[in-house]
């Protein structure tokens, strides 16, 4: 039981200082709606986006509100796999990634840069400095928990700990997460989940977790904000890619959504 409560403690210190330090303060098919003046013909440069959609450079334009529910596409170097998000479940969480796809923040190569086997993996922050200087302040409101849990293929917004501290990097948890589905030291909500696993649950499993957990006395994260891929790829040679995020039509009303099958859900962490 002792060992079991230090492991509890150890994993919810990793998870806050990771993400205080992947946020600096903050930690984050085309459709109609209020982003018709940002509505983007498809792209194929994959490295870097800005010229192409200049509203990745003002996040004060992506305001729209999303579908109830909708289904989005991730390919990645290991795969492809979709999600369905429920915006009943985190409302500004689903606003947010909604309109990260709509202005085209996702058409470039989005590095998996933290990927802790048998816990989550990470992404959000962009390849392209100027981009990540853009977004470094745009935070949105912390959402009231609605109940639902970190369970293994469910996605979450980073945050500090603080209140109101979630922007750009979100993770996707590999096994039930209980720790983080209460309120945080420092006054931040649980972290809340806006979307879950519908398709490829095998894809997840496949993400390299060879690095594990940054390096904290490299300041990796923070480096990646201003050098852009040039540097992570350069430093983690291996690492895994989000190639695209799309949104698939049309929007689905219910979940349909898998596991990731795996035999043990019991909670991890006693308290």
């Known amino acids: 039981m002792y060992r079991k409560q230090q492991w509890s403690i150890s994993l919810l210190l990793t998870l806050i200082v990771g993400f205080t330090f992947s946020q600096s303060g903050c ?29 990745l450079l003002k996040p004060e334009l992506a305001t729209a509100t999303a579908p109830a529910t909708f289904d989005a596409k991730f390919e990645t170097t290991k795969g492809d796999f979709t999600i369905t998000v429920h915006r009943d479940w985190a409302p500004h969480a ?26 989550m993996f990470q992404f959000g922050i962009h390849g392209d ?8 302040n745009s935070t949105i409101p912390d959402d009231p928990s609605v109940g639902k849990k970190n369970i293994p293929g469910t996605l979450s917004f980073a945050q500090t700990g603080n209140p109101n501290s979630r922007s750009v990097q979100m993770f996707c948890n590999l096994r039930l997460n209980d720790s983080l589905d209460i309120p945080q030291p420092g006054g931040g909500s649980p972290f809340v989940p806006f979307a879950e696993i519908k398709t490829g649950s095998s894809v ?6 060879e690095y594990g957990e940054n390096p904290k006395n490299e300041n990796v994260q923070g480096k990646f904000k201003k ?16 190639k695209s995020v799309t949104i698939l039509e049309p929007p689905q009303s219910a979940s349909t959504a898998l596991s990731l099958d795996e035999p043990d859900r019991t909670p991890t962490v006693v308290r």
């Open 227 to 242: 050098q852009g891929n040039d540097y992570i790829l350069e430093r983690f040679k291996n690492i895994d890619l989000i």
């Open 27 to 55: 930690l984050t098919n085309r459709r109609g709606n209020k982003l018709d003046i940002l509505k983007l013909t498809p792209k194929t440069l994959k490295k870097t986006s800005t010229a192409l959609n200049p509203a």
């Open 94 to 119: 689903a606003d947010r990634f909604y309109n990260m796809i709509q202005v085209g923040y996702f058409e470039s190569d989005i590095a998996i840069f933290r990927a802790i086997d048998g816990f």
């Open 129 to 136: 400095p100027a981009v990540n200087s853009a977004w470094r």
């Open 204 to 209: 997840l499993k496949k993400i390299n977790t």
